[in-house]
């Protein structure tokens, strides 16, 4: 298979791409770095030293002998994109290749407007070139859980059978995204299944939970092949920030009570479930929605388990919650979709977390502190940014 | 009251200014003049000519001694909207100011980049200048029922309350919009309801009805105070459109079997509900949805309602359906919201339909014919359009 992954130089869009070159597929990455000068931007840096693309690509085309052709090009740039279908010609896009931080939507109008046009319009672009080029190319987009919100009825994949005064459909399950970021992929839905439904394209959307981890089997081969690691307020993921915080005997930060359920996933599930989507493409027209993730736990626990996991004392603090979110509230995430077609969870154990903690011990002397607290407060128009 | 048009140079937008500026309030209005260079690369105009925006504003001052302020500038330009209301300092915004062709928004790619980049970054300032400026500003924001489809269900205005497993929540209502333009709409909902539900800010949606007529008590005071009329296959409406193919002895063109059933409006009684929504806001954090029709009537019907009117014959024409949509659906509208704030609507009449023909017929020697037939095909990603 040619698999095509936007946003490939990215922190699961790598690991996925040497997932799938080691797998035998041909595959090709795009990427426009903004992910990188994001971290220009913020004053900090992944935790783990990342290699440019070029180094990470030609370290593992000597070590495997596959070669990953690299397109660099922004997608907003709908030329750009049309001409790289053709020339790749994929049988599958993976799409990653957007601004992915929900903190970084919410910093001011500027960055509201940067991740809304970025992500839609990059979307829009990757819709038409396939309807241009070759319909028949499977899209699989990457999405997130957090485009639900916390509703109080049990979340669907994608679809939800509606009854209403006697008579039923199947519509899209109702959406109450919790920042402009995630707005961003609620819209990139529905222009998804509009394009599935006039033009017969056929996508994959996941949504996708928490990811933790920062290893899988390809990236650990040699040191420059290494996946980022971010720590920081605005782009790190809240279990790999609390390993982070562990190590350096910083307070485990959780925002309120930390009763807020969110769905989480293994990175080695990740890259896993976006090759077993592309081997199982959806049909022709199809609009195909898995929720991807493997457990659902409150943000309480997830402390407490890299709490109980650290060998050493740890605090854990409740800060004021900087998003507006409840802290209490139902959830119960439908997963079929993927374990269906073979997903074996890695779930999380005190092991994966014990992993984590020597990566960070070995590169501490590399973070800000001051990156660790959060600046970007969801109630206000524009935050404070501390460098 | 203060109130700020967007896009009030429009088709609606004017008459609206002006029925607000006559019942007493203090008017401002907003344009690019967009539209009119949308005329301009289409090679076509409205069929009633129509004065520039500043004649306009002085014709009114000079029959009412009534104000109307004028601000040039695109709503992209986040920084301007905040100086405009800032300057203005409004009660309520309305908000017309985005493009509002389907067929035009599915030209080709750019157009459609140019529809969501136009009416999302816009609307996404609109709601950070009134966030930064003045949260308890009332938005009255236009949308359309395309933005629901045409499920198999009753609509609601806005949300539906779901039953699912045995529990319940109250949801927004599931939409399947059927253009890019449409489901700019639908984007602009989903971030104007997360801006109410994070910044308490007060909105009112409007999921308006195809509008029909072009003349109110307010326009018809003087020829420099008409709207627009538009009868080519983009921008002009499917009732409007009938009207003036029945004077040029065009064969009215009904898509597909004319089954598609639509909400309909006069124009009357749209400016009417801007009205009542205004006087009326929604609650501080509430995200208030009201469909805007009077009366629901298929395709077929409506031709049907303008030949009988005709005073002469008139041929009704099935033509190919260019747009992707069902022509045999179940379609049940709830609008309760505006006729409970007093709304006492127009329905269709022959005299409505009688009235616009004489209008057209001054005007015949205007119209380009070959505008008329539909150039804009959904199916296909790049349209051939007639100049």
Not at 44 to 59: G, H
Not at 61 to 85: C, K, M, P
Not at 168 to 182: A, E, I, V
Not at 331 to 342: A, E, I, K, W
Request: proline share 5%; net charge negative.
């Amino acid at each position: 298979m040619r698999v095509l992954v936007l946003g490939g130089d990215g922190y699961l869009g790598w690991p996925t791409a040497l997932h799938l070159s080691d797998g035998g597929d041909e595959v090709g990455v795009v990427d426009s770095f903004l992910r990188r000068s994001y971290d220009e931007e913020m004053g900090v840096d992944s935790l783990v030293p990342i290699e440019p693309l070029e180094v990470r690509t030609a370290v593992w085309e000597q070590l495997t002998g596959r070669r990953i052709e690299t397109f660099v090009g922004d997608l907003v740039d709908g030329d750009f994109v049309v001409d790289v279908v053709r020339r790749f010609a994929p049988d599958t896009i993976v799409h990653f290749g957007e601004q992915r931080s929900a903190p970084y939507s919410m910093i001011d109008r500027a960055h509201a407007v940067h991740t809304q046009h970025n992500n839609v319009i990059g979307n829009l672009n990757v819709l038409y070139a396939i309807a241009e080029v070759d319909p028949s190319i499977h899209l699989v987009k990457l999405g997130t859980l957090g485009e639900y919100g916390t509703p109080n009825i049990d979340i669907e994949e994608g679809w939800l059978d509606v009854e209403h005064n006697g008579r039923t459909d199947r519509m899209l399950f109702p959406k109450k995204p919790g920042s402009f970021y995630h707005l961003s992929k609620v819209h990139d839905s529905h222009n998804i299944e509009f394009a599935c439904r006039i033009w017969g394209l056929r996508a994959t959307d996941l949504n996708q939970g928490v990811v933790y981890g920062q290893q899988t089997p390809q990236t650990t081969r040699d040191p420059r092949l290494a996946t980022r690691f971010d720590y920081d307020a605005v782009f790190g993921t809240v279990l790999n920030r609390f390993v982070i915080q562990a190590v350096l005997g910083e307070p485990l930060s959780v925002y309120g009570s930390g009763g807020q359920t969110r769905g989480v996933i293994d990175i080695r599930d990740t890259v896993e479930c976006i090759r077993l989507a592309s081997v199982h493409p959806a049909e022709p027209g199809e609009f195909r929605v898995f929720n991807q993730l493997t457990e659902s736990m409150s943000v309480h626990e997830m402390a407490k388990t890299v709490a109980d996991a650290f060998p050493g004392v740890v605090e854990v603090e409740n800060v004021a919650n900087p998003r507006v979110e409840a802290d209490q509230h139902y959830y119960n995430v439908t997963f079929t979709g993927l374990p269906s077609l073979g997903l074996e969870p890695h779930l999380l154990s005190r092991t994966l977390i014990e992993s984590l903690f020597p990566i960070v011990e070995r590169h501490r002397d590399r973070v800000h502190r001051t990156a660790l607290a959060p600046t970007v407060q969801w109630r206000s128009t524009a935050s404070e940014l501390r460098r």
